[in-house]
């Protein structure tokens, strides 16, 4: 039986002209985003000007993380201790965490057999009005009908954020992921679809809430020095009211991300090349399932996910550990114990009371999920769509 041999951590170079840069940076010294000449933006305030005209919003901040730009996002949006915040169950451990930080609790929202946010859910939650705030997190780039999502928002006066860590480059409509909410958070960490080993973006057209942000990001009292910011009054009133969270982004990471920025929507067609081959072969074979995609969703394939629906979870560990024996690194989010960077939400026991979400644990019960990373060649991933048939043939139970 074939295997296979190439390492699913691995990442493409950060390109020359990054490293170049960077490598300059290093030689001035000023790594530190105010750390400027008069009148010169830096690499940060660059690469902010440029992610808000990527995105066609009026403002970007960099942050240290996607964690922390949504933790400052809910914040500056008005997010208080013990309010609640709606959020699909299936997302990653660092969105619960930014609520908790707040002082907020959660409130976890059901998910639908093509994991996403269930809408009938959300709008009877969303109807309880026990919440104004709705964390919208696109897990591994599944996007919800983000049409029906924009009626129930308005019609319920729910603020949305979304979370757009798997959805940079990435459309409903003719509209970009991220342009919906009146935030939204992406991070440029590395397994994420910019790589400058941590670090998160923040977008809105909200010149309270980026005024906000700003400050909160650790701005001191110069936040005049922010070329993607709204003018001076605007932090006025505000400036000494707003503490400082220390959370910004240094000259380093805002130089190795420009240059993977103005290339980014070649990396998400060659990572939907990717996908498409890895998605027919999967639904090619019988006991396995990747969900359908509505034709508005514009997704970007930078991981595969798929369901082995009716098996046993003897059968399902089975196939995980005869895949890996194979070189195939497939991810289970029906573990009961939270595994590397895989988590299932009733783990977040920091919050009290997490509900009892039936459909949500069966259907991440039967889930996995691999990493499509762009070291992987198209024919690496004929091989990897090969390999998961023969092992589904050998282990699966027919039904
Ligand atoms: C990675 C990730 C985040 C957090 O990003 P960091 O930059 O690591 O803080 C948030 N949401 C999802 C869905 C993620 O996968």
Same mark, same amino acid.
């Given at each position: 039986m074939k295997s296979f041999t190439k390492d699913f951590t691995q990442q493409e170079p950060i390109c020359e002209e990054g490293i170049e840069k960077a490598v300059e940076i290093m030689r001035s010294g000023k790594l530190h985003r105010y750390n400027l000449a008069p009148e010169e933006k830096g690499e940060t305030g660059l690469l902010e000007e440029e992610f808000a005209a990527y995105m066609g919003k009026k403002y970007c901040l960099a942050c240290a993380s996607c964690g922390s730009a949504m933790y400052l996002a809910m914040k500056s949006a008005g997010v208080k201790a013990g309010d609640k915040v709606l959020c699909n169950a299936y997302t990653l451990a660092p969105v619960p965490g930014a609520i908790e930080n707040t002082g907020a609790t959660i409130e976890l929202v059901e998910i639908t057999d093509e994991y996403t946010i269930d809408l009938e859910d959300l709008e009877k939650k969303a109807a309880s009005g026990v919440s104004k705030w709705f964390l919208l997190s696109h897990m591994r780039g599944h996007i919800a009908d983000m049409d029906r999502i924009t009626a129930i928002c308005n019609k319920y006066d729910l603020t949305l954020i979304e979370d757009c860590a798997h959805t940079?480059?990435?459309?409903?409509?003719?509209?970009?992921?991220?342009?919906?909410?009146?935030?939204?958070?992406?991070?440029?960490?590395?397994?994420?679809?910019?790589?400058?080993?941590?670090?998160?973006?923040?977008?809105?057209?909200?010149?309270? *809430?980026?005024?906000?942000?700003?400050?909160?990001?650790?701005?001191?009292? #110069? %936040?005049?020095?922010?070329?993607?910011?709204?003018?001076?009054?605007? !932090?006025?009133? +505000?400036?000494? *009211?707003?503490? &400082?969270?220390?959370? @910004?982004?240094?000259?380093?990471?805002?130089?190795? *991300?420009?240059?993977?920025?103005?290339? +980014?929507?070649?990396?998400? @067609?060659?990572?939907?090349?990717?996908?498409? +081959?890895?998605?027919?072969?999967?639904?090619?074979?019988?006991?396995?399932?990747?969900?359908?995609?509505?034709?508005?969703?514009?997704?970007?394939?930078?991981?595969?996910? !798929?369901?082995?629906?009716?098996?046993?979870?003897?059968?399902?560990?089975?196939?995980?550990?005869?895949?890996?024996?194979?070189?195939?690194? *497939?991810?289970?989010?029906? &573990?009961?114990?939270?595994?590397?960077?895989?988590?299932? %939400? =009733?783990?977040?026991?920091? !919050?009290?009371?997490?509900?009892? #979400?039936?459909?949500?644990?069966? +259907? #991440?019960?039967?889930?996995?999920?691999?990493?499509?990373? #762009?070291? !992987?060649? $198209? =024919? =690496?991933?004929? $091989?990897?769509?090969?390999?998961?048939k023969n092992v589904s043939q050998r282990v699966l139970v027919p039904r």
């Open positions: 940079m480059g990435a459309t409903w409509g003719n509209k970009k992921s991220g342009s919906f909410g009146m935030s939204a958070c992406f991070s440029t960490q590395t397994y994420k679809h910019m790589n400058s080993g941590e670090g998160g973006l923040l977008v809105t057209d909200d010149a309270d *809430l980026i005024a906000r942000a700003i400050i909160h990001s650790g701005s001191y009292m #110069l %936040y005049e020095r922010h070329p993607s910011r709204p003018n001076l009054e605007t !932090f006025e009133d +505000i400036n000494t *009211l707003i503490p &400082n969270y220390s959370s @910004r982004m240094d000259h380093l990471r805002a130089a190795i *991300l420009r240059p993977q920025l103005r290339n +980014i929507d070649e990396q998400c @067609r060659r990572w939907n090349e990717r996908y498409k +081959i890895l998605e027919q072969a999967i639904n090619q074979i019988d006991g396995l399932t990747c969900p359908e995609r509505d034709p508005k969703e514009g997704y970007v394939g930078s991981s595969i996910q !798929f369901s082995l629906n009716g098996q046993s979870e003897e059968t399902l560990k089975q196939f995980l550990a005869t895949c890996f024996e194979q070189g195939v690194e *497939l991810k289970w989010f029906g &573990n009961s114990q939270p595994v590397g960077f895989t988590s299932s %939400y =009733d783990s977040w026991e920091y !919050f009290e009371n997490l509900p009892d #979400l039936p459909n949500t644990k069966c +259907i #991440l019960s039967a889930m996995c999920d691999m990493r499509i990373p #762009l070291t !992987f060649t $198209l =024919d =690496d991933c004929h $091989l990897l769509g090969e390999i998961i």
